[in-house]
């Protein structure tokens, strides 16, 4: 890995937002769910959470890809309420977005607090069982003749938001790092030395420390597995 690379992860790292989310119920379309992965990565986003529709091939692969999803952690949940339970564990206020009575400007919400913004599937939008654990129901005005916008434009829209009102508040500042030491170590070597962290997978070894240059610190025994045939 090179210098240049290894600053590049950290000043990445530096700025994520672990208390800001998505959670994609039954998005189905590849094109919209690699949309939204790439604006999650661009606001900062950490990780993401999604509920596949069954059979998808989305689902088969874990919800991983490459490009921006080897940057932001898909993790995925066997179903909604399964889905709404880990984001709660995490405190996080849950919106949906829905026309509604209740239905706020996605401008009037909080984004500061810990958010979770669930966006639902093409045809049929969010199901009556995120509708009815919500926090709060969410609309992007529309003034012209079509009532919706495309999920992953719509997604774009909430998030920008959501930077735009956590920028203002100093929460992209580089001394506010909130992941663990943990985890920014796992993230440095499998995107500073994929290949390596493939075979380690592989092979079930753990990863080793990563120095101040971005360079792997493992003794003989570790890299004498590592080459080890099978």
């Known amino acids: 890995m090179t210098p240049e690379r290894f600053e590049r992860i950290h000043e990445v790292l530096a700025t994520r937002q672990p208390d800001l989310t998505v959670c994609m119920e039954e998005v189905h379309k590849p094109n919209n769910i690699s949309a939204i992965i790439r604006t999650a990565d661009a606001v900062g986003i950490h990780q993401i959470h999604a509920v596949w529709p069954e059979n998808s091939k989305m689902r088969m692969l874990g919800g991983t890809s490459a490009g921006a999803r080897n940057w932001v952690d898909v993790v995925t949940h066997d179903n909604t309420q399964q889905a709404f339970a ?39 939008g969010i199901s009556q069982q995120a509708l009815d654990m919500a926090d709060k129901d969410i609309i992007i005005p529309m003034v012209g003749m079509v009532q919706s916008l495309n999920v992953s434009v719509a997604s774009a829209l909430i998030l920008y938001e959501a930077q735009r009102q956590r920028q203002n508040a100093g929460m992209y500042d580089r001394a506010r790092t909130l992941l663990a030491d943990e985890e920014v170590s796992r993230i440095l070597f499998e995107r500073g030395h994929p290949v390596l962290a493939k075979v380690a997978r592989r092979k079930g070894l753990p990863y080793p420390e990563i120095d101040q240059q ?3 610190i493992a003794d003989e025994q570790w890299w004498a597995a590592m080459q080890a045939a099978r």
Do not use: C, H, W
Not at 110 to 123: F, H, I, N, R, S
């Open 86 to 124: 880990a984001m709660k564990d995490q405190g996080m206020q849950i919106l949906v977005t829905n026309l509604s009575e209740r239905a706020v400007d996605f401008r009037e919400i909080d984004y500061t607090k810990p958010t979770a913004v669930v966006l639902g599937q093409e045809k049929y």
């Open 214 to 216: 971005g360079q792997v």
